[in-house]
C-alpha cells in the first residue's frame, strides 16, 4: 500500500482567539495524509508555544495540553507520514528555531529533489541539523536569506531560488503566516476565510469545512501569500516557471474524497476513472464492489458505465489503530482479514467486480481477492483506478524504489495469476491524464517515467541517516 505524504494546516486572525483548537479541528481533517506525528505552533504577540509527538492527533493532543498552548493569533500544524528522515518525534513537525531576526515555524508536505546537494553545502559551512528531514534544510535557507532581506515573504522567495522538487509550505513568523507552493504543484495547498476574517491555509479544502472557513481558492503553483497585519500579500514571482504536474495520486488516493483540488471534485475524478475503466475493461459480471475507502467512487462510476448493480460489499472496520500489535509475520498477515471483512450475502456465488485504487507489491490485493473467494465469490474481476506502478516516486510518497513494484517484473496477466483474480484491468496512463476538469498538467511519473525535475541521486527516506565516519 502507498503511503500518504504530509499534510499542513496554517490560521492567522487579527486578534488573539483559538487558533491552537481551530488547527487541531484542520488537522484532524487532514489526518489521512499523515499518522506518524502531529504537531502545532501558535504565536502569541510573537512569542511562539508549541507542542508535537508522536501519534495521532488525537493521540498528540489532549484536552490539556491544547489549553497549555493557549490563545494566540497565529498557528501551524502539521500531521506526518516521514517520506524524509525517520518516523521519530525529533523529526515531527513544525520544526521551530529562534533565529537573528525572530522566531519562525515551518511546515513542509512533499520532497525536496536537491536537499542531498543542499544540506552538504550547508554542512561544510557549519550548520548542524538537528533532524534527518528536507524540512531543515528549507528552514535553514529561510533564515539564512532572511539576513539580507527585508521581510520574510522576500526571504522565502529567494529560498525558493534554490530548492527544486515538491514543497507545500506553511511558515509562521511572530506577525505573519505564509503559504507557498513549489513552481510544479506537486502537493496541494489552498487558502481559505472565516465568517470572522481569519485566513485559513490547508492541503485540502476539506479541512477548511472542519473550521467553516470558506474556501477562497488554490495557492498557484510557485506562488507565496502572506497573511499579516497589512492585509494579504502575494509574490508570483516563480509562478509559471515550470509546466504544471499536480500528483495524480493525490485524486486517485490521497485526498478526502469531499476535497476540491484544483476546481475538481475528488470524488468525481474517481467515478470517472471507474466509468472509464467499465469502457476499456468490461467484463461480464453480477455485482460491482469497492474497496473502502479510495475504491469506493471508483466502483460507483464502474457500475454506472457497466449497467452492473453496485453493492457494499466489503465493510470496514474503522476502529483498527495505526496502534494495532501484529508481532508475527502471520499476524500482519492477517490485517487485512481484521481491516476489510466480505459480505457474504452480497458476493456468494457472484462474479464479482472488485474496483481499488492502485497496486504496488500486491501483497493486499492477493489477500482481498483471497477473502472474496473464501466468502463465496464465483469471479473476481480486479480493477484498478490507477496505472500500473512502473517507477519511483521522488516528490513525498514512500515509494523511492522500483524494486518491490510487482508490475515492473510482471505482464498484467502474470499480476493476474500472483494476485489470484480472473482478470486484472488497469487505468490507462492516457486517461489517468485526460480526467482533469481544467486541463492543467499532471503529474504521472511512477506510470510513465517523465519526471518534471532532475531525480535525486539519493533517493531512500533515510538518506540522512547513513552512517557517516567518525
Ligand atoms: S511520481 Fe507518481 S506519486 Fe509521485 S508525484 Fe508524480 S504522480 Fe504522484
Given at each position: 500500500m502507498?503511503?500518504?505524504?504530509?499534510?499542513?494546516?496554517?490560521?492567522?486572525?487579527?486578534?488573539?482567539?483559538?487558533?491552537?483548537?481551530?488547527?487541531?479541528?484542520?488537522?484532524?481533517?487532514?489526518?489521512?495524509?499523515?499518522?506518524?506525528?502531529?504537531g502545532?505552533?501558535?504565536?502569541?504577540q510573537?512569542?511562539?508555544?508549541?507542542?508535537?509527538?508522536?501519534?495521532?492527533?488525537?493521540?498528540?493532543?489532549?484536552?490539556?495540553?491544547?489549553?497549555?498552548?493557549?490563545?494566540?493569533?497565529?498557528?501551524?500544524?502539521?500531521?506526518?507520514?516521514?517520506?524524509?528522515?525517520?518516523?521519530?518525534?525529533?523529526?515531527?513537525?513544525?520544526?521551530?528555531?529562534?533565529?537573528?531576526?525572530?522566531?519562525?515555524?515551518?511546515?513542509?508536505?512533499?520532497?525536496?529533489?536537491?536537499?542531498?546537494?543542499?544540506?552538504?553545502?550547508?554542512?561544510?559551512?557549519?550548520?548542524?541539523?538537528?533532524?534527518?528531514?528536507d524540512?531543515?534544510?528549507?528552514?535553514?535557507?529561510?533564515?539564512?536569506?532572511?539576513?539580507?532581506?527585508?521581510?520574510?515573504?522576500?526571504?522565502?522567495?529567494?529560498?525558493?531560488?534554490?530548492?527544486?522538487?515538491?514543497?507545500?509550505?506553511?511558515?509562521?513568523?511572530?506577525?505573519?503566516?505564509?503559504?507557498?507552493?513549489d513552481?510544479?504543484?506537486?502537493?496541494?495547498?489552498?487558502?481559505?476565510?472565516?465568517?470572522?476574517?481569519?485566513?485559513?491555509?490547508?492541503?485540502?479544502?476539506?479541512?477548511?469545512?472542519?473550521?467553516?472557513?470558506?474556501?477562497?481558492?488554490?495557492?498557484?503553483?510557485?506562488?507565496?501569500?502572506?497573511?499579516?497585519?497589512?492585509g494579504?500579500?502575494?509574490?508570483?514571482?516563480?509562478?509559471?516557471?515550470?509546466?504544471?504536474?499536480?500528483?495524480?495520486?493525490?485524486?486517485?488516493?490521497?485526498a478526502?474524497?469531499?476535497?476540491?483540488?484544483?476546481?475538481?471534485?475528488?470524488?468525481?475524478?474517481?467515478?470517472?476513472?471507474?466509468?472509464?475503466?467499465a469502457?476499456?475493461?468490461?467484463?461480464?459480471?453480477?455485482?460491482?464492489?469497492?474497496?473502502?475507502?479510495?475504491?469506493?467512487?471508483?466502483?460507483?462510476g464502474?457500475?454506472?458505465?457497466?449497467?452492473?448493480?453496485?453493492?457494499?460489499?466489503?465493510?470496514?472496520?474503522?476502529?483498527?489503530?495505526?496502534?494495532?500489535?501484529?508481532?508475527?509475520?502471520?499476524?500482519?498477515?492477517?490485517?487485512?482479514?481484521?481491516?476489510?471483512?466480505?459480505?457474504?450475502?452480497?458476493?456468494?456465488?457472484?462474479?464479482?467486480?472488485?474496483?481499488?485504487?492502485?497496486?504496488?507489491?500486491?501483497?493486499?490485493?492477493?489477500?482481498?481477492?483471497?477473502?472474496?473467494?473464501?466468502?463465496?465469490?464465483?469471479?473476481?474481476?480486479?480493477?484498478?483506478?490507477?496505472?500500473?506502478?512502473?517507477?519511483?516516486?521522488?516528490?513525498?510518497?514512500?515509494?523511492?524504489?522500483?524494486d518491490?513494484?510487482?508490475?515492473?517484473?510482471?505482464?498484467?496477466e502474470?499480476?493476474?495469476?500472483?494476485?489470484?483474480?480472473?482478470?486484472?484491468?488497469?487505468?490507462?496512463?492516457?486517461?489517468?491524464?485526460?480526467?482533469?476538469?481544467t486541463?492543467?498538467?499532471?503529474?504521472?511519473?511512477?506510470?510513465?517515467?517523465?519526471?518534471?525535475?532532475?531525480?535525486?541521486?539519493?533517493?531512500?527516506?533515510?538518506?540522512?541517516?547513513?552512517?557517516?565516519?567518525?
Open positions: 502507498i503511503h500518504e505524504e504530509c499534510g499542513v494546516f496554517g490560521i492567522w486572525q487579527p486578534e488573539n482567539g483559538s487558533v491552537a483548537y481551530d488547527t487541531y479541528a484542520g488537522l484532524f481533517a487532514l489526518q489521512h495524509r499523515g499518522q506518524e506525528a502531529a502545532i505552533a501558535v504565536s502569541r510573537g512569542v511562539f508555544h508549541f507542542h508535537k509527538d508522536v501519534g495521532l492527533v488525537s493521540e498528540v493532543f489532549s484536552g490539556a495540553v491544547l489549553q497549555g498552548l493557549g490563545e494566540g493569533n497565529i498557528a501551524a500544524g502539521h500531521v506526518r507520514y516521514s517520506t524524509s528522515g525517520n518516523p521519530g518525534r525529533t523529526n515531527a513537525q513544525p520544526i521551530v528555531v529562534r533565529h537573528r531576526k525572530g522566531n519562525l515555524a515551518v511546515c513542509h508536505n512533499g520532497n525536496l529533489v536537491n536537499s542531498v546537494q543542499l544540506r552538504e553545502k550547508l554542512e561544510l559551512a557549519g550548520c548542524i541539523f538537528h533532524t534527518t528531514s524540512t531543515e534544510v528549507i528552514l535553514y535557507l529561510v533564515t539564512q536569506e532572511r539576513l539580507a532581506s527585508s521581510s520574510i515573504e522576500e526571504a522565502l522567495e529567494r529560498t525558493m531560488r534554490r530548492i527544486e522538487g515538491a514543497y507545500s509550505l506553511i511558515l509562521m513568523s511572530p506577525s505573519k503566516l505564509l503559504a507557498a507552493r513552481p510544479h504543484g506537486f502537493r496541494p495547498l489552498c487558502m481559505g476565510e472565516k465568517p470572522d476574517g481569519a485566513v485559513v491555509f490547508a492541503s485540502e479544502s476539506c479541512a477548511m469545512d472542519a473550521v467553516g472557513a470558506r474556501f477562497v481558492r488554490d495557492i498557484l503553483p510557485g506562488e507565496i501569500v502572506a497573511a499579516g497585519p497589512e494579504i500579500r502575494t509574490i508570483r514571482m516563480h509562478c509559471g516557471e515550470m509546466p504544471r504536474s499536480l500528483c495524480v495520486f493525490e485524486y486517485i488516493y490521497f478526502r474524497p469531499d476535497s476540491v483540488l484544483e476546481g475538481c471534485p475528488v470524488n468525481r475524478w474517481r467515478q470517472e476513472a471507474g466509468r472509464r475503466l469502457k476499456t475493461h468490461p467484463v461480464d459480471a453480477d455485482v460491482v464492489v469497492g474497496v473502502p475507502d479510495s475504491g469506493l467512487d471508483a466502483a460507483i464502474y457500475a454506472d458505465a457497466s449497467g452492473i448493480p453496485y453493492r457494499i460489499g466489503l465493510v470496514k472496520n474503522k476502529y483498527i489503530a495505526r496502534t494495532f500489535i501484529a508481532p508475527s509475520q502471520e499476524q500482519r498477515a492477517g490485517m487485512v482479514r481484521l481491516k476489510l471483512n466480505p459480505v457474504r450475502e452480497v458476493v456468494e456465488g457472484k462474479r464479482v467486480v472488485l474496483v481499488d485504487d492502485s497496486i504496488v507489491r500486491g501483497t493486499t490485493s492477493a489477500q482481498l481477492a483471497g477473502l472474496v473467494r473464501e466468502a463465496g465469490a464465483a469471479e473476481v474481476h480486479l480493477r484498478i483506478c490507477a496505472p500500473p506502478f512502473l517507477h519511483a516516486c521522488y516528490y513525498g510518497t514512500d515509494i523511492d524504489s522500483e518491490n513494484l510487482i508490475a515492473v517484473n510482471h505482464t498484467v502474470e499480476t493476474a495469476k500472483i494476485i489470484g483474480v480472473d482478470s486484472l484491468g488497469y487505468l490507462s496512463v492516457e486517461d489517468a491524464g485526460r480526467i482533469y476538469v486541463g492543467d498538467g499532471l503529474c504521472r511519473a511512477c506510470f510513465d517515467g517523465h519526471y518534471p525535475t532532475a531525480v535525486p541521486s539519493v533517493s531512500s527516506k533515510n538518506r540522512f541517516e547513513l552512517p557517516i565516519g567518525g
